[in-house]
């Protein structure tokens, strides 16, 4: 059990590390990704190199750890949906967490997404980190529907497609349209889809 010293530790690493991640971001952005080394990371924050490796062991880890509590936070929203509610829904409603940190601050996490589809290791990394939260909704999945392990799996998985291909159309607009409409779209297209296939049956 964690300890409020603990606690009080954790609290203040993750504060470092957002501040160091926002420096970071800065240098990244001015010289490119692959350019920029942890030598010249660490003197824009003011700290040695071996310090700053405290807290990140690689590059990718620095841009992407803004990512790392949406997993929890979108299996917690999924678990809390109500019980009779339809799989589909639920997952769309999951999403959420991940749909309100990318609208904060939305400018930022526009110049964050533009690295990040810019640079092929963040593209594999992050989409490491999405395939990753996969096992986790799909549990909750399927304990609360009672659907099989795959059939939660591959409902989990076009739902965390629609949140990629509704960021990408987000970037593509500028931020020109809310990122929530362009979730709902996205989800209602497979909604509608699968309306139609069950019509041609």
């Known amino acids: 059990m964690s300890t409020p010293r603990t606690k009080t530790r954790d609290i203040a690493r993750s504060a470092v590390r957002e501040e160091l991640a926002e420096v970071a971001f800065g240098v990244f952005c001015r010289d490119g990704f692959e350019k920029a080394t942890f030598d010249d990371l660490a003197a824009a924050a003011g700290v040695s190199r071996s310090t700053f490796l405290r807290y990140f062991g690689t ?25 009779d509610e339809d799989d589909w829904t639920a997952l769309r409603r999951a999403i959420d967490p991940a749909v309100a940190c990318y609208a904060r601050d939305p400018a930022d996490k526009l110049a964050l997404l533009r690295l990040v589809q810019a640079t092929p290791a963040l593209c594999a990394r992050l989409r490491e980190k999405v395939v990753g939260w996969r096992p986790h909704l799909a549990r909750a999945l399927a304990e609360r529907s009672g659907a099989s392990p795959l059939a939660a799996l591959v409902r989990v ?17 500028d931020g020109g349209r809310a990122l929530d409409a362009i979730t709902d779209e996205a989800f209602a297209s497979l909604t509608v889809a699968r309306g139609r296939h069950h019509e041609l049956r």
């Open 59 to 83: 590059k990718e880890e620095v841009v992407l750890c803004a990512f790392d509590p949406l997993g929890d936070e979108m299996t917690a929203a999924l678990r809390a949906r109500p019980a």
């Open 157 to 173: 998985a076009a739902a965390l497609d629609c949140l990629t291909l509704a960021l990408e159309h987000w970037v593509e607009l």
